[in-house]
């Protein structure tokens, strides 16, 4: 029983993802963190939006990571270290890699996304899952390391995949290292989901750097290091990397929570499940009435919404609706200390963008620390 004489609900938090950090600060700040218990496979979860910056050499581990034992002890939340692999919903138990069971009377999930590679393909680098990334990060330090010429392929030509080749171009190109980067996708020009100044700046940027630009290269297998798109092009290549799109962690189709057809957890316009009400999702394993892309800019607002709704479900009242922005402002790192701001369909590049990133990166850092 709690002081006020209700029953303790206590409140279980699969994943470390950006949502959850700010509900871990927001309720600690409440005192609400004694019935808290945050559940994650790494103490330490990455800032996704420091992750190029941390390729090219810009950021230390610990600066673009969060320690989320530490956050947890601050605000008086219990951390366990391991990896959810099943929800019984019925009878409100979370199974865990540990062998444990996990009682849970409201549940919150923002476990990320994996990735979505073509069909029959496993080899090459995964950008997802991040928190991995940089185990992953140091075969290609070690690749690089053999000396020779190398030819390093980035899959996906979305902003994290244009932002991996550049700053995959800031770590390995030059000091007499004979690195190709290759990148290449499906769709007609890099970014194709932003402005056309966007896009235009971004393939100005490739070839000033010396990146080759692929496009319309639909990627269906991987073989004796050789890439093969659908119309029957090749590519030869000493290592791939994937930023693909993503997908959703296979184990929650055997929940019994309504998921979309592409595996993420539905939820209204208040985070929480359509088929559970004490359960809620948030980042990229939710899947919004009003889509929206698998991007952090959107798990980092709706931290705030999921806090205040979390202590709203515990104190038996209507939960507040999160309202994702239509437009939103993207940041794309090139490679040579610079960056295009893109919103409302106009876009804008120089030093000054990069400078302005960095500050709006490092602030959202020191929030947790």
């Known amino acids: 029983m709690g002081k006020s004489g209700k029953t303790v609900r206590p409140v279980v938090l699969l994943g470390g993802g950006h949502a959850h950090v700010e509900v871990v600060r927001r309720l600690g700040q409440l005192g609400l963190g004694a019935q808290i218990t945050l559940v994650s496979p790494s103490r330490y979860a990455p800032y996704s939006g420091m992750l190029p910056g941390h390729i090219a050499g810009e950021y230390s581990f610990a600066d673009f990571h969060i320690d989320l034992a530490q956050l947890c002890a601050r605000n008086g939340v219990t951390f366990l270290e391991t990896s959810a692999t099943g929800i019984a919903p019925e009878r409100r138990e979370v199974s865990l890699e540990s062998g444990e069971d996990l009682t849970y009377g409201l549940l919150s999930i923002d476990i ?31 690749l690089a390391a053999e000396g020779g010429p190398i030819h390093l392929a980035i899959v996906g030509q979305g902003v994290a995949g244009v932002e991996i080749a550049f700053a ?9 290292r004979d690195i190709r980067i290759t990148l290449l996708g499906r769709a007609a020009g890099p970014v194709p ?20 630009h692929r496009p319309d290269f639909d990627v269906v297998a991987l073989q004796d290091n050789e890439l093969t798109a659908r119309d029957g092009q090749r590519l030869p290549i000493d290592e791939v990397i994937w930023t693909t799109s993503s997908g959703a962690p ?14 993420f957890i539905r939820v209204d316009e208040m985070l929480r ?21 698998k991007a952090g800019v959107f ?10 709704n979390i202590h709203l ?7 507040k609706a999160y309202r994702p922005q239509q437009f939103w402002l993207v940041l794309i790192s090139l490679a040579d200390e610079s960056a295009i701001a893109d919103k409302w369909g106009l876009a804008i590049s120089g030093s000054w963008v990069a400078r302005w990133k960095r500050r709006t ?3 959202f850092m020191q929030r947790y620390r």
Not at 168 to 176: A, N, P, W
Not at 273 to 293: C, E, K, T, W, Y
Not at 299 to 308: H, K, M, S, T
């Open 112 to 142: 990320g996304s994996t990735p979505s590679l073509p069909e029959g393909i496993s080899a090459g680098i995964s950008v997802k899952p991040i928190a991995s990334f940089t185990d992953r990060l140091a075969r290609l330090d070690d």
């Open 361 to 363: 990166d490092c602030r």
């Open 299 to 308: 798990a980092v607002r709706q931290g705030p919404v999921l806090a205040e």
């Open 250 to 263: 296979a184990w929650l189709r055997q929940t019994g929570l309504a998921l979309d057809a592409g595996g």
């Open 273 to 293: 499940s359509v088929s559970h009400p004490d359960i809620l999702a948030a980042g990229d394993v939710a899947s919004l009435q009003d889509p929206r892309p």
């Open 313 to 319: 479900c515990l104190m038996g009242k209507p939960l």
């Open 168 to 176: 995959l171009s800031r770590r390995f190109v030059g000091g007499g």
């Open 193 to 212: 989901e932003r402005s056309r100044r966007s896009r235009r700046l971004v393939e100005q940027a490739l070839q000033k750097e010396g990146i080759v």
